[in-house]
């Protein structure tokens, strides 16, 4: 039987060693020596050399007074018009200290203006989180934010997907436009301004399902979305890789410039063979008196 004296030596050890590790997890490491992304970084750049700091075309903002780590927003910038001959063509955007560590691989058109992205992530542990672009020419630039939240990827899920009569459906928002109508078939139309940069948002309603969730079943499969892609006038303006480390009912703001009218299409796929589209229609517009 431990004696009082034995037993409160024991919870005083077990005090200092929560506090301890604690500490240690709250200690920001070295950025490039996380062992996690040395690993991933030989597997996907290999001996690349990835610029960074005042060399680095890309910023990426995070808002570090956080509260929930299941729905962290963050901001990439690009500082080079895509316009120009070296233009951003894909995106990685890479959780050091989660599951999946690539949480998306965003391919990029050159539209006009400069890039423009931001989504929410789940973070599960502190952690870097990084924004590698890959320009037209080869480079790579990255930014990288030190953020301390936790458990966002084991939270509790949302609403079981198979149960949601609302499971894919879109909300289309831009930052620019007149007015909105409907044409003869019932779709939506936005009247908006050519050759002028304009903010899309895009929100999808959708649990996407993180497998470490508290309350996962663990009979079935988790339902979180696959991929991403938006097209316009048969090109493609945004596609992405995604997975569970975008949080749930995923939203993705990006920069738009049409120069001309056209039919902007969205499509997402999960993991559960789900296909959702929807498509709305956009002509110009003067906006001198806009909304």
Excluded at 125 to 135: L, P
Excluded at 150 to 163: E, Q
Aim: aromatic share 8%; glycine share 6%.
């Amino acid at each position: 039987m431990l004696t009082k004296t034995f037993k409160s030596l024991l919870l005083a050890l077990a005090i200092t060693l929560c506090g301890s590790a604690a500490y240690a997890e709250s200690i920001k490491p070295q950025e490039n020596e996380v062992k996690e992304w040395l690993t991933l970084k030989s597997l996907m750049f290999g001996e690349r050399p990835i610029l960074t700091g005042s060399k680095s075309s890309i910023s990426l903002s995070i808002n570090t007074d956080i509260d929930d780590a299941s729905t962290v927003p963050i901001h990439i910038d690009g500082l080079i018009n895509q316009l120009d001959q070296t233009y951003i063509k894909k995106l990685h955007l890479i959780v050091d200290q989660n599951p999946i560590q690539t949480a998306a691989i965003f391919q990029l058109s050159p539209t006009a203006g400069k890039l423009h992205l931001a989504t929410r992530l789940r973070i599960e542990k502190f952690t870097f989180v990084r924004a590698v672009a890959e320009t037209s020419d080869g480079q790579l630039h990255m930014d990288s934010k030190w953020v301390e939240v936790k458990g966002g990827c084991s939270a509790p899920a949302g609403k079981n997907a198979a149960s949601d009569p609302l499971l894919g459906k879109m909300k289309i928002t831009f930052s620019k436009y007149r007015n909105i109508f409907k044409d003869k078939n019932g779709d939506k139309v936005f009247r908006i301004p050519f050759e002028q940069t304009n903010i899309v948002k895009v929100q999808v309603r959708h649990p996407n399902e993180s497998a470490l969730a508290s309350d996962i079943d663990a009979s079935t499969t988790p339902n979180f979305i696959q991929n991403f892609s938006v097209g316009y006038a048969d090109e493609e303006v945004i596609s992405a890789i995604v997975n569970f480390s975008i949080s749930d009912n995923p939203a993705f703001t990006f920069n738009f410039s049409p120069t001309n009218e056209g039919n902007l299409s969205l499509r997402v796929t999960d993991t559960h063979r789900n296909t959702f589209t929807q498509n709305v229609s956009v002509v110009g517009a003067d906006i001198g008196n806009q909304n």
